[in-house]
DNA sequence: GAGGATCGTTCGTCAAGTCGAACACCCTGG
DNA sequence: CCAGGGTGTTCGACTTGACGAACGATCCTC
């Protein structure tokens, strides 16, 4: 039902207290930033010498970073970041998941002292995922293609009312007031409403 | 209707296309990762000597960072971080808004080519605000009392459908289906439906 | 009020990050 | 075939951050 897809940890637990896990990581991520630097520039099919002049940085100094040989200081790294045009922090934490729906009624549920009270948790999210709220409303006629957004970008998708087709252009899913689902944003996408009055609140999520 | 409070600048041009001001921010953040530093000391009740001690660093580095003399490397303010039990990012970037409401049919609204669609910007999120997605189920008969989460959490409520008074403790806000409203989740705060089978789109936002 | 302890700051010393230049390498074109 | 401009890497010199110790300042104890 959700196919070949690993799944982020969806801690539950985080919403009933603290949360420890929050700054917990064990060590400096010299070696993530590392792998980010190099990832980020060549997504953006820049050179390590393009990068390291924009950045006013030397490139001797953006080679050694690259191959996890350093520590950076923060002047440094945040002029790699600018440079590079990716939020200081995608540098230093890892990257975000891929694929996931949560019918009507599945997911988390926490309950209240008087069972009155019950919530589902969606998505938690990454300590720098960047999300922007949206209240989408739309009417059956029309298909709204969405082009591919920023890489690495996710889109969560929680239908409020109505009914509508939505996810990837080649395999849309339907969802019903209720439901919810994520899927990848720097790919093809598609909104569609299948009956009149639908809207749903929409998370785009842009590390 | 919305008391003294200062508008966080809810920009709502991030929605059509790129953003510019993703990682833009012009100065690498000395200033900021100082007042940072000594802001979660102090609120974790730490003597600048502990966490000295704890994060394995000099306590004259310490001293020098919280002074906003020096450049910070990786390593040291990921260690200065864990000592201090905030996720790293919360020292480099800015802290975050308020209370605000945006009633049904308020906010700024985003259409597509053929008017069929239409979406508001709830929230454009801080590049490191770590935002968890609920949804929210309850009925009325029972108030829903939430005690202070950690320092810093926003809460952002979209009523999908029934009526509710949520909101700070002190000063509850009447939602109806389609409403949203932000507020302090550090601060007590309740949720209560008003009407049967009331639910609710809850994002959790910690920092 | 003297003693002790701890706070945060400032001062030299050392190590490490950053820089610039020279290096080997690949591809293009004269 | 071999200059030419491009890549990313490695090498010393310099700059700078991190360390440890000593320094006033403050607060509590005896």
Redesign the pocket.
Do not use: H, I
């Given at each position: 039902m959700d196919g070949p897809l690993s799944r982020p940890s969806m801690s539950g637990a985080s919403a009933s207290g603290a949360d420890p896990a929050r700054a917990a990581e064990a060590g400096p991520p010299l070696a993530s930033i590392a792998a980010a630097l190099r990832l980020e520039?060549e997504r953006a099919g820049?050179?390590?010498?393009?990068?390291?002049r924009r950045a006013?940085?030397?490139?001797?100094?953006?080679?050694?970073?690259?191959?996890g040989?350093?520590?950076?200081?923060v002047?440094?790294?945040w002029a790699l970041a600018v440079a590079l045009g990716v939020p200081f922090s995608q540098l230093v934490d890892p990257p975000t998941p891929q694929v996931r729906i949560l019918r009507a009624g599945e997911g988390v549920q926490i309950h209240a002292e008087l069972a009155k009270f019950a919530a589902t948790l969606l998505a938690a999210g990454s300590p720098h995922a960047r999300r922007d709220l949206y209240l989408m409303r739309l009417e059956p006629g029309s298909v709204r293609a969405a082009q591919a957004h920023l890489t690495g970008s996710v889109e969560h998708v929680i239908v409020a009312g109505g009914r509508m087709r939505t996810g990837p252009s080649e395999a849309p899913i339907e969802l019903a007031a209720g439901d919810y689902a994520t899927f990848r944003g720097d790919a093809p996408h598609c909104y569609e409403a299948l009956e009149p009055g639908t809207w749903a609140v929409l998370v785009m999520e842009h590390r």
């Open positions: 520039r820049l050179t390590l010498s393009e990068v390291a006013g940085v030397a490139k001797s100094t953006l080679s050694q970073l690259e191959s040989t350093g520590n950076p200081s002047e440094t790294l």
